[in-house]
C-alpha cells in the first residue's frame, strides 16, 4: 500500500519561512509528477506547485516566493515556503502519480496545517 507522509507545517509570523516535505513509501515501480496543493478555509483545493519530468510549475501567487524539489533517491518532494502571507494559510496536501504493479494512481498526503498570523 503507497502511502504519503508529510511534515513541517506549523505557525509562522507573515515574512516568515517554513519548510514541508513529502516522503512515499510502500511498494510501487516508479513515481511521475508530485506536487503540493492547498486549501483554504470554505474555498477549493487549488495547486501550489508541481513537479514532473520535463518541468515544475507554480501557481501565480506564490511564484518568487516558494520552491519545490524532489530527492528521487529517497521519492520525497519539498516545499520551500518564504515570504509567507496570510492568504498562504490552509491545509497543504501533499499529491503524487504513482506507479502501483501495471497502474497508475493519484495518491494524496494527510494534509499539515499551515497558518501564517502574526
Known amino acids: 500500500q503507497v502511502q504519503l507522509v508529510e511534515s513541517g507545517g506549523g505557525l509562522v509570523q507573515p515574512g516568515g519561512s517554513l519548510g514541508l516535505s513529502c516522503a512515499a513509501s510502500?511498494?510501487?515501480?516508479?513515481?511521475?509528477?508530485m506536487g503540493w496543493y492547498r486549501q483554504a478555509p470554505g474555498e477549493q483545493r487549488e495547486l501550489v506547485a508541481i513537479t514532473r519530468i520535463g518541468g515544475t510549475n507554480y501557481a501565480d501567487s506564490v511564484k518568487g516566493r516558494f520552491t519545490i524539489s524532489r530527492d528521487n533517491a529517497k521519492n520525497t518532494v519539498y516545499l520551500q515556503m518564504n515570504s509567507l502571507k496570510p492568504e498562504d494559510t490552509g491545509v497543504y496536501y501533499c499529491?503524487?502519480?504513482?506507479?502501483?504493479?501495471?497502474?497508475?494512481?493519484?495518491?494524496w498526503g494527510q494534509g499539515t496545517q499551515v497558518t501564517v498570523s502574526s
Open positions: 499529491n503524487a502519480f504513482i506507479k502501483v504493479s501495471l497502474n497508475w494512481g493519484n495518491y
Open positions: 510502500g511498494k510501487f515501480k516508479s513515481i511521475n509528477a
